[in-house]
């Protein structure tokens, strides 16, 4: 290796991007098999690399130039090459004539591939790179996929992800998958349209309209006719109605314009004879004799212009003689059936048919019905000149006859026009005669054989000038000028009127009327001088009417211009005139109906519009003789749909398979309906084309794609099935159904774990394991029975409490216990060959079980049914003791397989990870089997760890040492639980060697565990410190492994300081640490070297060897902590900390740690002190610090490691110097060179990245808290001199918690994205927990300690955030539990707050209170709700708030004294409102609802009081819901119990339950105080309870008892405080005798109270002062001082004895009664009263003479008081004229 050339050696190692990319391409050629068991195991292999493929290879792969990406494409690319292949191999395979297994096996890896494919996609391809990445392969099977119909219903999103890919790669294909997927929507349309058109009952016909219009473009696809049928009865239906919605007329015309112009013959042939058949029905001569009805409604339909257009436009030329026959036959039911319709149809059809005329007369003919029928219409009857249509619809029907191609119609047309010439007004002036001569010509009149071109320039440049046109025109009007000129002016205007721009010019001159008037001089019997100017200016207005479309259409509606344009041709024909323009212009007028296209269609694009003005319909053309050439248009319907080609993609594979499938489903109402169809074989008879059918094969690759279907048929098979083979091919299946959802993340109801939970699929297996296999292939079958389990258990995001129930029944409710006793099977030492294949089967067999029993474990974790819960304990304890038989299965543990033992200690790891694994065993106690379990374990240990500290010898597998680690971590904490005896500690130790004795075993203690600390697993590093953690909880743990580090530098403290300290060891292996260094500092320390003689724990020790010196306990720990720079240390962890989920988000630069020794070796070599004394010896000459250096001690001739990116300050011990002591444990080791910390940190690359955690800072938080009890001074000094309050501070960070909060709630987090997210918020929240009780020790020791800036504003503003959080109903228990344990502690936190600092604190709680009051509300309610499950958080939130409010009181008490208030932050307002009564009713229901035992009700009390003391919201509510009531009833209450107690005395019980009674009795007057501070609605209530009578009744006990004394006077104060009916009441009533020392009571209640004022009791000055405070209220009720006066109780103020004069102290009582006579002197009558007072007022005159603050001020405003009456000032000036004459005195008076 020394030779090595390292960098090769680096090209040569596989990263796990290479690594990743290696698997896939040498396990894809694998998926081409026939066996469904290879593929499963080949996919789960996959599906396990591909999510560490996403972690690894990014979309930056495709741009990476360098030689490793290079390798990465082609290898990713061959893979996506041969994925295509394979995909193409499976779908041609599982359409093959094979057998039935081998298709399913196919078509299951199919779908497999297809799911891998896209996944291995979406990791690392993007969409929109898709076109320049992938091969061709792989997007020809992406076409196939997007096509399979079955596979898309079964897996959306996949589906979805396949098409957007194909959309990048084939822009073809693609649009073949959008045209599919419009016909598959057609086709769902169609089957849903004719479902629920049959329904019975009122129907929504919009809707049936949208899915007919829907369905029709694919009828060319499946050609299902009787959908014609339906939607033309739908039509019919519809426009039945006269009240008929005109958008559902309208939209209904549009589906049924699209079926008659069908380009699909079929679907045109049965759309016209649905028509023809409900024509028949409704005008049929079957209706002759029925009187006329509504029934002919039902042609409404057809009577519309557009569907007549079609039908006569269309319909008659169609050259299908079928569809042109029922198009005659239904004009003809029309137009015959006049008798047969209402007038209202009628009506509507001659409206119609108004508009297609010039269509329909094309078709007139003198044979035929129809042709006869059309005729009719331009005919008027002699005698009544009526006709069909009107007069000038006729005239125009007669003149428009005369163009058709047939003689004889055009003669029939001159008889029709015959009544018309000879009914015009002035026919006898007009020209020409009709004779004989003119009317043979009219026939033939229009007959042209050359006709012209009517196309006109429309170009915008003009060569034409307005003036000279308008000369031109000058000339043609002129009556002057000569007519040759006329007629050349009007035929150069007829040339220039060629230019289309200058028709308006021409036209602005009246050019229109002009030509009119010149035409209709020509036609009058005296016109004929004018005939030459007739044929230019029909040329001229031709020109200008075919230009206008407007001037057309109201031309086309003038009959008498129609009558003068005939005999205007006429006239030409005479003359032998070119009767053409003539001719063009008649035939511009009369075919103008047919000539706009926009009538027949809404919204016509304005590509579709005809360039020339005039455009009429091609068959008009074919059908009439034109005498022009025009443009045409509806050469096919406008309503036809486009037919796809013969050639149309969607016809053939796979795209015709996708609408097949499609059209099944729909028809069957879904695929559920469909595949119960194909159960009971009933499709061979449904009436649709047999192209449409699915064959067998299609049916069951069908079957096996829908999920339900194939786990049916898989539980079917397995019921009925009768060999081992079938079973174990079919649950194969199964479990590939379960890996699919888990590739393809499908989750929910569709899932199918949810879909096999809805079938019997217990019941099938149940069977196979309720019974001990008897050969090799039930084992084998065994086998796949509880893989399948342990797939079913192991990937589901919730648990299933009935799933899990049933297999813990399985596995505990059968005799012989089959499952568990698999478990331990003996093997023989020589075997035969049969044997070994038995063997490794049953090693199977016990691998998978194993496998699946910790499946079943971890989902116990986290269940919450009652029934799983009791099955779970025994489960546990059974499962513990059979791996417990596993482990002990050889006598000799060296000879153990490595796999085995590791399966068996993870299962063990398992099953002890809750607590009370222990407990349900009916053979055994806990603590046997917690030893028994203890002696494996170490068995384990000792036999694998050679020589005691040959970590780098140890053959022992890494997961081994791992679990029994781990097992052993859970076992310590399941002992402290648990275990009964006192010296459980002992069973802990372990000798070199298990044959040595006792004493040997003893000796060494718990040294095997030291070596695990170091081992290169953080894993066992992180569990062998969690053992010594759980081991230092008890005393003699603590002891055990001290003595056990005594040969250890450093000792216990260093070493496991050295840990903590060790900036690139992980976070939870110091966290460990951390622990066990709080657990040490619980044990009781020496604070010198005298106690520590009398302590048998004489740790920590620090000594030095050069001078001699050693310190003990308290001291030792202060020097070890300042040596090692702890607190400079634990700030720069704060500062480290990093909050995020995880740490590969983080992007710093790597640190580039260069070690010059080998890394190996170090590792290797770092136990060889451990090994005994031995080596000790070479201790001395390795380089080492004094107390925290590394426990791995490297050589001298290596470098030590780099650790830190941090430049530390060292901080120095007072008194030592640091760097020569060093800590140690029992034992004093020499050292003759020392080094500090600096030597770990003074090489550190200042590019390495530290990660600290949450948890971690969380321990550091614990620790400092344990320090602040022991060392408080030290630490606090510490704590403010590294900031590191403000550092954690930093980091309780409310809106982190909320986005994970919110990340929690949302739906589409995947589990594992979920359990990531619930780690992360459990972590932060410990952390607030941990913090907040180091802030609470801070405050408790220095309240000063708090910077309001640093800590005490953005500590505020985050704790309140995370007070507010609202919890929802999918948190799990687990999250629930940890905020609410956060959420006491943060109230107890902010209590002590509000306790020790109130006047700094309280303004900044009030403000960050104020912003979140209404989420705040909530959560104490949602705290009161949980006072059964969880009181500390109850107790919490109570206490808090009651702090809290009585703060407030004393705010709203400073601010009544004040003028302005100081810190008003709107809370006064808040409690004032509806959230005062609120929380009123919340606290007082708790309240009322718990017992007088229940110390709850105490706190609810407490914050009760002082809610009413701040909130008249809430008292009013109170006063409502009757507490001023419940409370004096309770006093009655306590009143007549303590009565009836007195009767008893003696019995202790009897006491016990009379200081219950007293304690009731306070709660109720303090509660009934506050209820009446401030507020007179109160206190009316209270006087109508009567509440002075049953406070008098009380008297005698409060005399009694000077607590509830007390608490009556306060009551009373409060009562009668501004009150004077309030005063007045206590002077009512009489009390009862008294038996106190105190003399009797007298009549009224104010008589008591004088009596206790009167009393001499220093010792109760309280009780005293509450007394005159009272009398002073009542003072100022007249009958109470009436009561004060007539008792003599007045004389008592002449007796008191005062100071002498000049004395700055003076008698309390002395106050006491000044404030009483202050409150007098505000009436005249208590003036008058303290006037009668022999001597009063000489002795205030006296008191004026004191130099006292108090009382001097109150004498003088009494004096001031009484001066107020003219009479009393002589009287006032005679006793203290002696003061008042001094000037002083005058200014002060």
């Not at 999103?157 to 790669?169: C, K, P, T």
Request: a negative charge.
């Amino acid at each position: 290796m020394e030779n090595e050339d390292v960098l090769e050696l680096q090209f040569q190692q596989l990263g796990l991007a290479q690594f990743c990319v290696a698997v896939l391409e040498h396990a894809l050629p694998l998926f081409r098999t026939e066996s469904l068991k290879v593929f499963l195991r080949v996919l789960e292999l996959l599906s396990e690399n591909i999510l560490l493929l996403k972690d690894s290879v990014s979309e930056e792969v495709w741009v990476d130039d360098s030689i490793i990406g290079w390798e990465l494409k082609e290898k990713l690319l061959s893979s996506l090459d041969s994925l295509g292949d394979t995909l193409f191999y499976h779908l041609n395979n599982s359409s093959s004539d094979q057998s039935e297994p081998i298709l399913v096996n196919h078509r299951l890896a199919y779908i497999g591939t297809a799911i891998f494919t896209i996944r291995l996609l979406q990791t690392f391809v993007p969409v929109e790179k898709a076109s320049e990445v992938l091969p061709e392969s792989t997007g020809a099977a992406l076409f196939h996929l997007s096509l399979d119909l079955p596979f898309s219903m079964a897996f959306q999103s996949i589906h979805e992800s396949a098409a957007a890919y194909l959309e990048q790669l084939n822009s073809e294909n693609y649009s073949v998958y959008k045209s599919a997927t419009r016909a598959v929507h057609s086709i769902e349309c169609t089957c849903t349209f004719l479902k629920e058109v049959k329904m019975e009952g009122k129907k929504n016909l919009l809707e049936l309209l949208e899915l007919a219009d829907q369905a029709v473009g694919s009828l060319s696809y499946h050609q299902h006719l009787p959908l014609v049928k339906e939607i033309t009865g739908l039509c019919s239906h519809i426009w039945k109605s006269a009240q008929a919605s005109p958008i559902l007329q309208a939209e209904s015309q549009k589906g049924f314009l699209k079926l008659l112009s069908h380009p699909l013959l079929a679907v045109k042939v049965e759309t016209y004879a649905c028509s023809l058949n409900i024509v028949k029905e409704c005008l049929g001569i079957h209706n002759v004799t029925k009187p006329v009805s509504s029934i002919c409604h039902g042609v409404h339909f057809l009577l519309h212009a557009r569907v007549l257009y079609e039908i006569c436009t269309f319909g008659l030329q169609d050259p299908e003689e079928q569809v042109c026959s029922a198009a005659k036959d239904i004009l003809v039911y029309l137009l015959q059936g006049q008798l047969m319709m209402t007038a209202l149809t009628w009506n509507t059809f001659i409206d119609a048919l108004y508009h297609v005329v010039p269509i329909l007369q094309g078709y007139a003919g003198t044979e035929g019905t129809l042709g006869t029928c059309i005729l009719q219409i331009s005919e008027t009857a002699n005698e009544t000149g009526e006709g069909i249509l009107p007069r000038t619809a006729r005239l125009r029907a007669a003149l428009r006859l005369l163009f058709t191609k047939q003689q004889m119609v055009r003669a029939v047309a001159v008889k029709h026009l015959m009544w018309h010439l000879a009914n015009e007004e002035g026919a006898s002036t007009k020209r020409p005669v009709l004779e004989g001569g003119v009317l043979s010509t009219l026939s033939t009149l229009f007959v042209i054989d050359k006709p012209i071109d009517m196309n006109l320039d429309d170009t915008e440049k003009s060569y034409f000038k307005v003036e000279s046109v308008t000369k031109v025109y000058t000339i043609l009007t002129s009556e002057t000028v000569d007519i040759v000129l006329r007629k050349s002016a009007a035929e150069q205007l007829a040339v220039i009127m060629q230019d289309t721009t200058m028709h308006a010019a021409l036209k602005s001159l009246g050019v229109i009327e002009q030509l009119f008037s010149f035409i209709s001089e020509c036609v009058t019997n005296n016109g004929k001088s004018k005939d030459c100017l007739l044929l230019p200016c029909l040329s001229l207005l031709r020109k200008l009417v075919y230009a206008d479309p407007l001037l057309r259409h109201s031309l086309a509606q003038q009959p008498s211009l129609l009558l003068m344009l005939l005999r205007a041709s006429l006239i030409v024909k005479e003359n032998k005139g070119n009767v053409t323009e003539a001719a063009a212009l008649i035939c511009l007028l009369l075919f103008d109906e047919v000539a706009r296209m926009d009538v027949w269609i809404d919204n016509l694009p304005s590509c579709l519009v005809p360039p020339s003005p005039f455009s009429i319909p091609v068959t008009v053309v074919r059908r009439y003789n034109l005498p022009f050439h025009v443009m045409t248009h509806h050469l096919v319907s406008p309503y036809c749909t486009v037919l796809p080609p013969s050639s149309d993609p969607l016809t053939v594979k796979p795209a015709w398979d996708m609408l097949k499938c499609a059209w099944n489903r729909a028809w069957y109402n879904g695929i559920d309906l469909l595949l119960e169809q194909m159960m009971i074989h009933e499709m061979e008879t449904e009436e649709f084309l047999d192209r449409l059918k699915l064959s067998p094969v299609e049916s069951l690759m069908l079957k096996v794609t829908h999920v339900t279907t194939g786990l049916q048929n898989c539980l079917d098979t397995i019921n009925s099935a009768v060999a081992h083979g079938t079973v174990s091919s079919v649950l194969t299946r199964m479990r590939f159904y379960l890996l699919s959802d888990k590739l393809s993340l499908k989750q929910g109801p569709d899932s199918s774990k949810s879909m096999l939970k809805t079938l019997e699929w217990r019941s099938a297996l149940s069977r196979f394991l309720q019974v001990l296999p008897a050969c090799t292939d039930d084992e084998k079958l065994l086998v796949d029975v509880v893989v399948f389990l342990n797939q079913f258990f192991k990937h589901q995001s919730e648990t299933d409490s009935e799933d899990l129930q049933w297999i813990l029944e399985v596995v505990l409710k059968q005799e012989t216990k089959p499952l568990l006793n698999v478990l331990v099977r003996t093997e023989s030492q020589v075997q035969s060959e049969a044997e070994e294949i038995q063997t490794v089967i049953n090693q199977r067999l016990q691998k998978e079980l194993t496998g699946f029993f910790n499946t079943v474990l971890h989902l116990l974790t986290s269940v919450t049914d009652r029934k799983c819960l009791i099955l779970a304990g025994p489960f546990r304890t059974q499962l513990a003791a059979k791996l417990l038989g596993c482990l002990r299965v050889s006598d000799a543990p060296r000879f153990y397989g490595l796999p085995s033992l590791e399966r068996t200690l993870r299962g063990m790891v398992h099953v002890t990870v809750l607590p009370g694994w222990s407990l349900h065993s009916p053979t055994q106690e806990p603590d046997s089997l917690c030893t028994k379990y203890l002696t494996g374990l170490l068995e384990v240990i000792s036999s694998f760890y050679v020589e005691w500290g040959r970590n780098a010898l140890s053959f022992m597998g890494k997961g081994v040492t791992k679990s029994a680690v781990l097992c052993l971590l859970q076992l310590s904490h399941e002992m402290i639980a648990q275990t009964k005896t006192e010296d459980w500690i002992s069973s802990w130790s372990l000798a070199y060697d298990q044959n040595t004795d006792e004493q040997a075993a003893t000796r060494l203690g718990l040294a095997w565990l030291i070596p695990l600390w170091f081992d290169r697993d953080p894993e066992v590093r992180f569990a062998s410190l969690g053992i010594g953690s759980a081991l230092t909880s008890v005393e003699s743990g603590c002891i055990a492994l001290a003595a056990s580090c005594q040969n250890i530098s450093g000792g216990l403290w260093g070493t496991v300081l050295n840990i903590l300290l060790d900036q690139l060891e992980c976070s939870m292996v110091r966290r460990e640490a951390a622990f066990i260094l709080q657990n040490l500092l619980v044990m009781p320390m020496p604070a010198n070297i005298e106690e520590a003689k009398d302590f048998a724990w004489q740790s920590p020790c620090v000594h030095d060897e050069d001078s001699g010196l050693s310190l003990v306990g308290l001291p030792a720990l202060q020097a070890l902590l300042y040596h090692c720079q702890f607190f400079e240390h634990a700030s720069q962890i704060v500062k480290t900390c990093y909050l995020g989920r995880h740490s590969f988000d983080l992007n710093y630069p790597r640190a580039s740690i260069t070690l010059t020794g080998n890394i190996t070796e170090d590792f290797d070599d770092t136990m060889k002190h451990w090994r005994g004394p031995s080596s000790l010896s070479d201790h001395s000459q390795m380089s080492s610090s004094l107390s925290t250096s590394s426990t791995l001690v490297l050589p001298e001739d290596r470098a030590e490691r780099q650790i830190s990116a941090f430049s530390v300050s060292r901080v120095h011990a007072p008194d030592t110097p640091t760097n020569r002591l060093m800590a140690q444990g029992q034992s004093d080791t020499d050292t003759s060179s020392l080094s500090t910390e600096d030597s770990r940190t003074s090489g550190m690359p200042q590019d390495h990245c530290v990660i600290v955690t949450p948890p971690l800072l969380s321990a550091i938080s614990g620790l400092l808290t344990n320090l602040l009890a022991v060392l408080p001074e030290c630490t606090l000094s510490a704590i403010n001199q590294y900031h590191i309050l403000s550092s954690l501070t930093s980091l309780v960070d409310a809106s982190l918690l909320e986005r994970c909060f919110w990340e929690l709630r949302s739906p589409s987090s995947t589990p594992g994205y979920r359990e990531d997210i619930k780690a992360q918020v459990l972590s932060l929240l410990q952390y607030i927990s941990c913090f907040s009780g180091l802030l609470q020790s801070c405050l408790i020791i220095n309240h000063d300690i708090i910077n309001q800036e640093e800590v005490l504003k953005p500590l505020l503003t985050n704790v309140f955030a995370i007070l507010s959080t609202h919890l929802k109903d999918h948190f799990d228990a687990e999250v629930k539990s940890t905020l609410y344990h956060t959420w006491t502690d943060l109230f107890m936190l902010m209590a002590t707050l509000l306790r020790k600092n109130s006047q700094l604190t309280f303004p900044y709680v009030s403000t960050a209170l104020r912003k979140h009051w209404t989420s705040f509300t909530g959560t104490i309610s949602a705290c009161v709700q949980l006072s059964t499950t969880d009181c500390f958080l109850y107790t919490s939130a109570l206490q808090f708030l009651s702090v809290f409010l009585s703060e407030e009181a004393k705010r709203q008490i400073q601010d009544s004294t004040q003028l302005s208030s100081v810190h008003n932050t709107g809370l006064t307002e808040l409690l004032n409102e509806s959230s005062g009564s609120q929380l009123c009713e919340l606290i007082l229901q708790s309240f009322e609802r718990k017992s007088s035992e229940d110390v709850l009700k105490k706190v609810a009390a407490s914050t009760l009081m002082s809610l009413l003391a701040v909130s008249s919201s809430a008292q009013m509510h109170a006063l409502h819901a009757g507490l001023v009531d419940s409370c004096v009833e309770q006093m009655k209450h306590s009143h007549a119990q303590l009565n009836l107690d007195s009767l008893k005395p003696g019995k202790a019980a009897q006491r016990k339950k009379e200081e219950s009674v007293t304690r009731e009795l306070k709660m109720a007057m303090q509660i009934l105080r506050n209820c009446l501070y401030r507020n007179d609605e109160c206190k009316v209530a209270a006087t109508d309870t009567r509440l002075v009578n049953i406070v008098h009744a009380l008297w005698s006990w409060f005399l009694t008892d000077d607590v509830l004394m007390q608490a009556a006077l306060q009551l009373l104060c409060v009562y009668t405080a501004n009150c004077p009916t309030a005063c007045g009441s206590l002077c009512w009533g009489n009390g009862g005798q008294s038996t106190s020392q105190r003399g009797p009571a007298s009549n009224s209640l104010v008589h008591s109270i004088m009596k206790l004022a009167s009393q001499k009791s220093p010792e109760n000055s309280s009780i005293q002062q509450l007394s005159f405070a009272l009398l002073s209220n009542l003072a100022i009720s007249h009958d109470c001082k009436g009561v004060m006066q007539k008792s003599n109780f007045l004389q008592n103020f002449v007796t008191l004895s005062l100071s002498k004069p000049g004395s700055k102290t003076i008698n309390p009582l002395v106050n006491l009664w000044l404030k009483l006579l202050l409150n007098m002197s505000f009436g005249e009558d208590g003036q008058q009263m303290i006037l009668k007072i022999h001597g009063s007022l000489d002795l205030l005159t006296e008191m004026l003479q004191y130099k006292s603050r108090s009382s001097k001020p109150a004498a003088l405003l009494i004096l001031h008081n009484i001066c107020f009456s003219p009479a009393n000032k002589p009287k006032v000036l005679a006793h203290g004229r002696s003061y008042f004459e001094e000037p002083h005195h005058q200014k002060e008076s």
